[in-house]
């Protein structure tokens, strides 16, 4: 028997589980893997939303013979071309060669582009629809929720939302795909962390695409990565609009690159005293051992940053540099922001923290400290006072 779930009594989960890949665009980690979810309508006519990455094709197209036997898959709609969902799209084709593709004109560009596809192509724009009989499939485009393509596909009978990537996250569906079958504080963490790094950077586009939903009835919300929300879809489309709007809990994440530990020793002291001053969500991250999305995820989660490294080559410590590239392409703001750099001769660490601190949406938090070699006494009461001095902001 195949591994198919009913959602309703004719739409059904047809996607799959990778707990082979070990990083999700060949950049995050997933220690927890991540599924690629696709769904089935049989009505009147068989539509497929979206497929599945191209190393899941055999087992796929398995299920779904086991499901529709001699049956022919009529439509193939694309909400998202990124190929971790359109991986399969050419089996898929040869499979069922008459099927018609069903994309918008950016999709159809991309779906050439490719997979050379350009016959049996059906181009929506915003607000179409498409019968199946009893379903009626309408199109809202949502582009840039992370691609240009991206769009919903919103089934008025059942009231589900095929949102495509918007509204998921990593981790595997194990066993349990919807939110009221598994314990969903599991998948809290590997959501954000997939929302902060996947999609942090696109935060307006969201903001846009939730308030076009503004209007649906939707009792069901269907994307293509982790559990399907059926119990309180809300929660996922709240999450989604406070993350969008960088909005944060109480908190401070501290960030270090260190390579002999004196920059780590200051770190020490501003964290302790950041506690001594009523802060309980403390973060403390080297740089060096962490994967840059754990720590996004937990900047996305808490207000307060610190960002603490010693020079390198005349300029930053290479580790730090590459997460400040990475908070200034996703225009990192709302947040309230110290620094620290440290220097043996020329310096270099603080006069990149402090261009970054400058360009960032974040509100500057004093002092700035600059540490020569290791920490001395006046270093240390730079640290109470900027612990001091966050932590006041927080409680604000
Ligand atoms: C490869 C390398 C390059 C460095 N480049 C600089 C530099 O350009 N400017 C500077 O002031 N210190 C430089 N330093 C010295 C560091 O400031 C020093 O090693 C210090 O201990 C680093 O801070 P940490 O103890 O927190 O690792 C460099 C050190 C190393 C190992």
Not at 43 to 61: C, E, G, P
Not at 150 to 178: E, N, P, R
Not at 248 to 265: D, F, L, P, R
Not at 301 to 328: V, W
Request: hydrophobic residues 35%; contains cysteine; proline residues 3%.
């Amino acid at each position: 028997m195949s591994n198919i779930v009913s959602i309703t009594d004719d739409i059904y989960w047809i996607g799959v589980n990778d707990r082979s890949t070990e990083l999700f665009e060949a950049i995050w980690p997933l220690p927890s893997g991540v599924s690629y979810n696709s769904y089935l309508i049989e009505d009147d006519k068989v539509a497929v939303i979206d497929t599945v990455k191209n190393t899941h094709i055999d087992s796929y197209l398995l299920n779904i013979k086991d499901l529709l036997g001699e049956r022919e898959v009529d439509y193939l709609i694309i909400n998202h071309i990124e190929p971790d969902h359109s991986g399969a799209i050419k089996a898929f084709k040869e499979a069922y060669p008459e099927i018609t593709i069903v994309g918008n004109k950016k999709t159809i560009g991309l779906l050439e582009g490719f997979y050379k596809i350009v016959d049996n192509v059906k181009i929506i724009g915003d607000g179409d629809h498409l019968e199946l009989g009893e379903h009626k499939l309408n199109f809202h485009l949502t582009p840039m929720v992370h691609w240009p393509e991206t769009m919903m596909t919103y089934d008025s009978k059942d009231k589900i939302l095929f949102s495509g990537d918007a509204f998921g996250g990593f981790g595997t569906l194990d066993g349990g795909i919807f939110d009221d079958e598994v314990n969903i504080e599991f998948y809290e963490d590997e959501i954000r962390r997939y929302f902060s790094n996947i999609i942090g950077k696109y935060t307006p586009m969201v903001q846009r695409a939730i308030s076009k939903l503004d209007g649906l009835d939707i009792e069901v919300v269907a994307s293509t990565h982790g559990p399907i929300w059926r119990d309180n879809p809300q929660r996922i489309i709240d999450d989604y609009s406070r993350w969008s709007k960088q909005d944060t809990e109480e908190g401070v994440v501290i960030v270090y690159g260190s390579m002999y530990g004196n920059t780590e020793k200051l770190v020490e002291s501003v964290a302790r005293n950041i506690s001594k001053e009523g802060i309980k969500n403390i973060r403390v991250y080297n740089i060096s051992t962490t994967h840059v999305s754990y720590i996004i995820n937990d900047i996305w989660k808490y207000e307060g940053l610190i960002l603490a490294s010693c020079s390198y080559n005349t300029g930053i410590f290479p580790p730090m540099d590459y997460l400040l590239r990475i908070l200034e392409n996703k225009n990192l703001k709302n947040h309230s922001l110290g620094i620290i750099g440290s220097y043996s001769w020329s310096g270099g660490a603080l006069s990149r923290l402090e261009d970054f601190a400058a360009k960032s949406g974040c509100d500057f938090i004093d002092p700035a400290i600059e540490m020569k070699c290791s920490p001395d006494n006046d270093d240390f009461d730079d640290a109470k006072l900027l612990a001091k001095n966050i932590a006041e902001k927080l409680k604000e």
